[in-house]
């Protein structure tokens, strides 16, 4: 979560668009205990329309930060001005292939992206239901037999998630521990643990691949390695790229959202109490919970020359379209700090906006809303455990860990 120090600032950019703001460490966004890095962030909304921020990014290069939504969403649209072809993951190596469909621009991207919006489609989340609605009451259940608090992150909210991902991989959750871990340190690590859990995955990822190309079975590898693009096979760089990025997405983003979303409730028990009353309500409640409390930013690449809304944005700068930001933006909507679980018309980011909308959104949305639904069906009124802290924390991907619930008399005495 530590951010090495900032590149000289390009001569293009003026002296009055400069901000010293950063995604993992300005004040509220570094680890800090009962900390809120979504609301900290939305601070930029006093400020400029657009910035540039010259410690934005891990590796110290500068962003141009995008604090309206709008025009996050023109960003996000124009692919042919702002790709996406980072290779974030393969840098780390020393290395620049793409994640597959996530760093392909158009019109390659679309084909990837129609070979697999299929694998990820409401009816085949239908599908999976009975299996994420299972994997939960089976982790909670457990959870209330063996006492009256929890660390509900190392017990429920990264088994739950990961669980669910790992099944749609087609992996068994024995080794949901040691995947964990190489996922925190690719995404929080420092700058020798961010490589070597790189080169694990990877090499993970070339490993199972090659193990289902000699015996496929009925999971998504073996998809990969049977299917066909422009009526050829994939190539092995192809299928490395699409099987890194879809076991790096589900190994920490859906269980931040949902650690989020319980911290929340912990603190607002008439919230809580309000969605107990009627369970219905959870579904509608959940998308104000991803609209305040999202974990992602998207940065692109300019591919040439543009102006944008006063901006001088020069080819090969890069530009933030942070979810955190958009989603508290107050031209987008009304009292954004607060917290309405019955707020209508959501028209949040949480999962990014235009060709690049998050493949994985539908099954996410499921697992929040079944994770909701059981958590509260069979623990009682929960609350921070006293004496605890959790503790959150910005940078790519925000997360909460330490959060140690207290469903005990005792403890609400």
């Not at 290395?95 to 409401?122: A, C, Q, T, V, Y």
Request: a negative charge; glycine letters at 6%.
């Amino acid at each position: 979560m530590e951010t090495m120090a900032a590149r000289p600032i390009p001569a293009h950019v003026p002296p009055d668009m400069i901000g010293n703001f950063s995604l993992f460490s300005s004040p509220g966004l570094e680890p800090t205990p009962n900390g809120d890095p979504q609301a900290a962030s939305a601070v930029v909304h006093d400020g400029p329309r657009i910035f540039y921020s010259p410690v934005n990014t891990r590796d110290g290069k500068g962003t141009w930060v995008i604090t309206r939504a709008q025009d996050q969403r023109r960003v996000l649209q124009d692919p042919e001005t702002f790709s996406s072809h980072r290779s974030i993951f393969a840098s780390a190596l020393g290395e620049s292939w793409p994640m597959i469909p996530l760093e392909l621009d158009p019109p390659e991207h679309g084909k990837f992206r129609s070979l697999l919006n299929p694998l990820l489609s409401p009816k085949r989340v239908m599908a999976l239901e009975t299996a994420v609605r299972e994997r939960a009451s089976v982790l909670i259940d457990r959870i209330a037999a063996s006492g009256t608090s929890c660390d509900v992150m190392t017990d429920f909210a990264f088994p739950f998630a990961v669980n669910i991902f790992l099944r749609f991989l087609g992996l068994s959750d024995d080794r949901l521990d040691e995947f964990v871990g190489w996922a925190n340190d690719l995404l929080h690590g420092d700058n020798v643990k961010r490589p070597a859990a790189a080169r694990t995955i990877v090499a993970f990822i070339d490993e199972l691949s090659a193990d289902r190309r000699r015996q496929p079975v009925d999971d998504f590898m073996s998809f990969l390695v049977q299917s066909r693009i422009d009526d050829r096979p994939l190539t092995d760089m192809e299928i490395r790229g699409t099987g890194v990025l879809l076991f790096i997405a589900g190994l920490d983003t859906v269980a931040a959202a949902i650690g989020f979303d319980l911290n929340y409730l912990a603190r607002h028990q008439a919230d809580q109490q309000w969605l107990r009353d009627d369970p219905k309500r959870i579904v509608l409640a959940a998308e104000e919970l991803l609209r305040a409390y999202p974990t992602v930013q998207m940065i692109r690449v300019a591919t040439r020359d543009v102006d944008f809304e006063g901006a001088p944005i020069r080819k090969g700068d890069y530009v933030s379209c942070a979810t955190m930001i958009a989603n508290r933006d107050p031209l987008e909507f009304a009292d954004p700090a607060r917290i309405d679980l019955a707020r209508e018309d959501n028209r949040h980011t949480a999962f990014a906006y235009g060709p690049h909308r998050c493949l994985g959104s539908h099954l996410a949305r499921r697992e929040i809303v079944v994770g909701l639904e059981e958590w509260l069906k069979r623990i009682p009124t929960f609350r921070i455990k006293s004496g605890t802290a959790p503790v959150t924390y910005g940078g790519h991907v925000f997360g909460i860990e330490n959060l140690i619930l207290d469903w005990s008399q005792e403890d609400a005495a």
